[in-house]
RNA sequence: GUCCCCUUCGUCUAGCCCGGCCCAGGACACCGCCCUUUCACGGCGGCGACACCGGUUCAAAUCCGGUAGGGGACGCCA
């Protein structure tokens, strides 16, 4: 194990996004290479928000995702005492003071201030007050450096420079007692041994502040890698107006988990023009230099294209269990029909997604109960009643594989002086009941010479029924 | 408003640090052709970008300066 800390701290105010799990991805893809440690911590020191409904979500999406964490989960709630020690002793060594300024007149304070077009920060009214009365309500604030720069390395973005002027004395703890964030992601990671804070970039303003807490608390600071955010198609901060983020949802709509990873990966991330990562190729050529300084647009459609490879080349006992759901959404039953593992085969080079595999795959348990009429118009009605008597007259062994199958429609198509697609059309539209499909033979052979007969025999009455 | 960050095909990106191999490569999408009993898969080809303006240089996507556009932050949220 090598000395590498990193964290994932999602606060719990709602379920586990895209854009934070490319967050845990990359820091867990860090920890994996270096042999490293992935640490996670749920920050819900906001218990108004803060549920267990979205820690349970966040855990399920990471673990759906496969990323599991060595130590944690952490819960900030839990460590509210140790941020009060950090506190007073900050306060014991006058490296944070107590401020009576109401939320009411800071608030007065910052619209004036953005008015008049000038930088909306804390104006200090308490920060060398010694007639504090004791009985008034106050929060504490970090005594900041007003002059210098705070700047950092960032490991992304390069060296990122702050005038300390720019930033105010930051509330440590609220009226309530309770401490804030900025504080709380301090203590956690100087406590917890983090060496390198991997986060989005919606984090960059904060941390010349952080940097300043960590000096003044005399705790080490670790590297910081801020990764880009996420957008949607119209560029702006990917919400759910531009479709689902949630990582729980894209399962439901039938991704493997291991398409969205190697989808999320790919998003600001590169090696070269690879495209296709298994878990142990993205852990092995992972580094976080290669990730790129800009936003990216979040696009389905390659989420797909990687969702299609990943069905077509996966393991079909695999796909199957994880279909299963799929059809049974669908009040279909694969009871005492064919083997659902021989029907994905059939469906793994058709489907983009387990929804689309199960929508196809509900032909091979449900016979069709009616035709596509359109496809049927192709052929005349003669011609159907001929093909749909020859084919039958010809499946007499219940024992064919996919080529015999072949084979033997070949032959077909030689007795009767018709062509492939006259015999294999109206064959698949009375099997299926249209013309998107698996191959005859593989029709066939899934489900069965019986069933295929009884079938033929259905589209058969069918059609001599218009006639 | 102030501060911080970003800017290569529609999208994800390679190249940029260490100028010439780049009239910019790959992938998705799109279009066409081929394969084909349907739908797909696959194969081949096409379309398509260095934000802009200056500077440095024999030579700039690559270095420097500026402009524009976009994003983020400015909370007793995280």
Redesign the pocket.
């Known amino acids: 194990m090598s000395e590498l800390r990193v964290r994932f701290a999602p606060?719990p105010t709602g379920y586990l996004h895209v854009g934070g799990a490319r967050t845990a991805l990359f820091n867990w893809l860090l920890a994996r290479n270096r042999g490293g440690t992935f640490i996670l911590r749920i920050?819900d020191?906001?218990v108004e928000?803060s549920t267990k409904e979205s820690v349970n979500a966040i855990l399920e999406g990471m673990k759906w995702l496969g990323l599991e964490w060595d130590e944690g989960p952490f819960y900030q709630s839990d460590s509210f005492q140790l941020y009060k020690e950090h506190v007073q002793t900050m306060l014991d060594a006058g490296k944070a003071y107590k401020c009576c300024?109401?939320?009411a007149e800071?608030e007065a304070k910052?619209n004036l201030a953005?008015q008049e077009?000038?930088?909306?920060?804390y104006d200090g009214t308490c920060r060398d007050r010694t007639d504090l009365p004791d009985s008034q309500p106050y929060?504490v604030r970090f005594r900041a450096p007003h002059t210098g720069v705070t700047s950092f390395d960032d490991l992304i973005?390069?060296t990122?420079?702050?005038?300390n002027e720019?930033l105010d004395d930051l509330?440590i703890q609220?009226?309530?007692g309770t401490p804030?964030?900025?504080f709380c992601v301090v203590v956690d990671d100087a406590s917890m041994k983090i060496t390198m804070v991997i986060r989005g970039?919606?984090?960059?303003?904060?941390t010349p502040r952080q940097i300043q807490l960590y000096e003044a608390l005399g705790f080490p600071v670790p590297e910081f890698a801020h990764v880009p955010?996420i957008l949607g198609s119209d560029?702006?901060?990917l919400s759910k107006r531009h479709g689902a983020t949630s990582v729980i949802a894209y399962r439901d709509m039938g991704f493997l988990p291991e398409a969205l990873l190697n989808y999320l990966v790919?998003?600001?991330w590169?090696n070269?023009?690879d495209?296709i990562f298994s878990r142990d190729e993205m852990i092995k050529k992972f580094d976080i230099r290669?990730v790129?300084?800009?936003?990216?647009?979040f696009?389905t459609?390659?989420l797909l294209?990687l969702n299609?490879h990943y069905i077509?080349y996966g393991d079909p006992e695999r796909l199957a269990d994880l279909l299963l759901p799929h059809i049974s959404k669908r009040k279909v039953t694969t009871l005492g029909g064919p083997d659902l593992m021989t029907v994905v085969k059939t469906l793994q080079?058709?489907a983009q997604t387990l929804e689309e595999m199960a929508e196809r795959a509900v032909f091979y348990y449900n016979a069709p109960e009616n035709y596509d009429d359109a496809a049927l118009a192709k052929f005349d009605n003669d011609h159907l009643m001929a093909v749909f008597e020859a084919v039958p007259r010809k499946l007499t062994s219940a024992a064919y594989d996919i080529s015999g199958i072949?084979a033997l429609?070949k032959e077909i198509c030689t007795e009767n002086g018709w062509k492939?697609?006259q015999v294999?059309?109206p064959i698949?539209i009375a099997l299926s009941g249209g013309?998107?499909?698996?191959?005859?033979?593989e029709i066939v052979v899934t489900l069965g010479v019986e069933e295929t007969v009884r079938r033929i025999q259905k589209a058969r009455e069918f059609v001599a029924a218009k006639k």
């Open positions: 606060s920050e020191t906001d928000r300024c109401t939320a800071l910052r953005m077009g000038r930088k909306p920060k929060v973005k390069g990122i420079t702050f005038p720019e509330i609220r009226t309530d804030t964030y900025n970039d919606d984090h960059v303003n904060n955010m560029k702006t901060r790919r998003l600001g590169s070269g023009d495209e290669n790129g300084r800009s936003a990216s647009v696009n459609e390659k294209w299609a077509k080079e058709r072949d429609f492939m697609g294999g059309q698949r013309t998107q499909a698996p191959g005859i033979g």
